[in-house]
């Protein structure tokens, strides 16, 4: 067999190690012959589940998809999973709805304009919900005066022509040039973050944009004057580096946090996660098998909330996407 490369590595730390990589392949025992971007038969002939997964997208997804896919992988040695993270749009568009994945992972809902690209190439597919996320707006941890903010302060600064130092946001703090760092506009968290903090006005050009969240993690751990946003998780595998800050969206500054994020106080930054897998693909059995894996292991508090830091599922949204994918599978294959 193989070495996989989360050998010698917690799962925490396998988490976090992939973050900055982008994309990664879980390999089993053997190689499947025959197969293609959407895997072969799923079983090989002999009832072992056996093919190939291909999933993009969200890069606020890719953790939380990562740690399922290991554990799928050390039960399903020939099963192999190749999982990006190309941002929610990126994966849509140049992947999933050219029929080129089995799975998009999506930190925001599919667009009309991604509807319509799936339908022009006969992709159908599902929606599922994986978890629920917190997205956390972060500064330096030497910054002591921006550790709470509204919403309208925090659309100042991401704004087209919008603040362009910390003074100008708020009487008192620092005369010093802003730095952001924030999600590439291929990003379903460019997207949530644009049209719930900013609303009409457009998203500033001045800035670095990634879709590798982790670089927004240390651009700002960098930077005393430098701000950016992500997904919770990132937050949560990288607590000693940057600091949350706390959003106040009309009732007062709530910081973001799993039990913040669960109960709704933390507004207008608490987002279900999506993963969307293609109905041609739950035809074969192992990418039918793993999508109950995932569905199984969203209210897994261990793996969801302890291992990768988002808000789990409920017993009951979770036995809904359940009879959902199971409808879905007894359509495609039957």
């Given at each position: 067999m193989a070495p996989s490369q989360f050998d010698g590595l917690t799962r925490r730390n396998a988490i976090k190690a992939l973050g900055g990589a982008g994309a990664f392949a879980v390999a089993g025992c053997t190689e499947t012959e025959g197969g293609n971007g959407n895997g072969d038969n799923g079983n090989g002939g002999s009832g072992q589940l056996s093919g190939e997964i291909n999933i993009a997208g969200s890069s606020t997804v890719f953790p939380l998809m990562s740690a399922i896919a290991e554990e799928f992988s050390s039960n399903h040695a020939d099963v192999t999973i190749d999982l990006s993270s190309t941002g929610s749009g990126g994966g849509f568009s140049n992947f999933f709805c050219v029929g080129e994945t089995d799975f998009n992972n999506a930190s925001r809902p599919i667009q009309p304009e991604e509807r319509d690209l799936c339908s022009e190439n006969d992709v159908d597919f599902i929606e599922l919900v994986v978890?629920?996320?917190?997205?956390?707006?972060?500064?330096?941890n030497d910054n002591d005066f921006a550790t709470e903010m509204t919403v309208e302060e925090l659309a100042h600064i991401w704004e087209e022509d919008g603040a362009e130092t910390w003074n100008e946001v708020r009487d008192g703090w620092p005369n010093e040039?802003?730095?952001?760092?924030?999600?590439?506009?291929?990003?379903?968290?460019?997207?949530?973050?644009?049209?719930?903090?900013?609303?009409?006005r457009g998203h500033t050009d001045e800035y670095q944009a990634t879709e590798q969240d982790n670089q927004i993690a240390q651009g700002v751990s960098g930077n005393e004057y430098a701000i950016g946003y992500f997904g919770f998780a990132y937050w949560y595998q990288n607590q000693d580096q940057i600091t949350p800050v706390a959003i106040d969206g009309g009732d007062g500054p709530v910081k973001p946090s799993l039990d913040t994020a669960s109960s709704g106080e933390y507004q207008p930054l608490s987002r279900p996660l999506f993963t969307y897998p293609s109905m041609s693909s739950l035809s074969k059995d192992h990418v039918a098998e793993f999508a109950r894996y995932v569905v199984d292991q969203t209210d897994n508090e261990e793996l969801v909330a302890e291992d990768v830091g988002y808000v789990p599922a409920t017993q009951e949204v979770k036995e809904e996407q359940m009879q959902k994918l199971e409808d879905a599978i007894e359509e495609a294959q039957g």
């Open positions: 978890a629920t996320d917190a997205l956390t707006v972060v500064v330096h040039e802003i730095e952001r760092y924030g999600a590439a506009d291929t990003s379903g968290t460019f997207d949530y973050f644009a049209e719930n903090v900013l609303g009409e």
